[in-house]
């Protein structure tokens, strides 16, 4: 998908200060049990009743021969749609990290940030309002929530059923196919609809090619989606992928107040 022109600056800008401040077996085609579409469209109602889970997440960017990583790791609460993770940037050219890792703080219609970059005091918060982001922090973070990751998912369609196949040692289901955001957004849980409506008037076209693996009771195990979108002139594609495990962790998740959150201008 193509960020609409004049839109994709800010989404943008703060992905790109972020960096400077499984192949399926063959299987059988039919899924046991079902219609594939309808089986993806309902990975985020099976992740609210497993209720939490750790989180990897994994951001791959690559523009005009320049290829970067963002790694995530955290967990999320799906019920209360909140979560932490402890973003590690890439390293430089030498193989010496540059950046202290960020810890982003994720709750219904916004992204908070700590170690955000240059220009921010080092107990301070950066607060995004990801209703306000062209692509409603599916990127922008540097990781995609988990729940907008899933919640994606309720747009599924033209899904085939790849095959089963081993994620560290679970058994899960490969599903193949495109989420339409616009649709997504008109059927997603009311914590995560502002961001994802964002992102669908902001991109020309809807359509995202996802990869999900389910385990056998329809939790979403992993999930990888693929975006492009254009930034000054240059085709971004971006491989966004979020891994789930250890469903029931305990995640504790404290907002800052108002009085830690900076509100002064940002250098990117």
């Not at 997440?57 to 609460?77: F, K, N, P, Q, W």
Request: hydrophobic content about 40%; overall charge positive; charged content about 25%.
């Amino acid at each position: 998908m193509v960020v609409r022109n004049g839109r994709s600056g800010g989404a943008w800008a703060v992905a790109a200060a972020l960096l400077v401040g499984g192949c399926a077996a063959p299987g059988d085609d039919a899924e046991p049990g079902g219609d594939p579409a309808r089986t993806v469209r309902g990975a985020a109602e099976e992740l609210a009743r497993a209720g939490s889970s750790k989180a990897s997440t994994s951001l791959e960017m690559a523009s005009g021969g320049t290829r970067v990583t963002i790694r995530g790791e955290g967990h999320y609460d799906f019920r209360r749609r909140t979560g932490s993770l402890q973003v590690v940037l890439p390293k430089d050219a030498a193989g010496e990290s540059e950046h202290r890792p960020i810890t982003e703080l994720l709750a219904p219609g916004a992204l908070y940030m700590k170690n955000r970059g240059e220009g921010v005091p080092d107990d301070k918060w950066v607060r995004v309002d990801t209703t306000t982001l062209a692509d409603g922090n599916l990127v922008t973070g540097g990781a995609t929530d988990p729940a907008a990751a899933a919640e994606l998912l309720r747009g599924a369609r033209t899904v085939t059923y790849v095959g089963e196949v081993d994620l560290a040692g679970v058994k899960v289901r490969h599903y193949r196919g495109v989420a339409d955001i616009a649709e997504a957004a008109r059927l997603a849980s009311p914590q995560v609809r502002g961001a994802l409506a964002a992102a669908a008037k902001g991109f020309t076209t809807d359509t995202v090619p996802f990869d999900a693996y389910l385990d056998r009771e329809g939790r979403l195990r992993k999930v990888r989606h693929q975006f492009s979108f254009s930034n000054q002139g240059r085709t971004v594609a971006v491989a966004s992928t979020t891994l789930l495990y250890g469903f029931g962790a305990r995640v504790s998740v404290t907002l800052p107040d108002r009085a830690d959150i900076y509100a002064g201008k940002i250098k990117t």
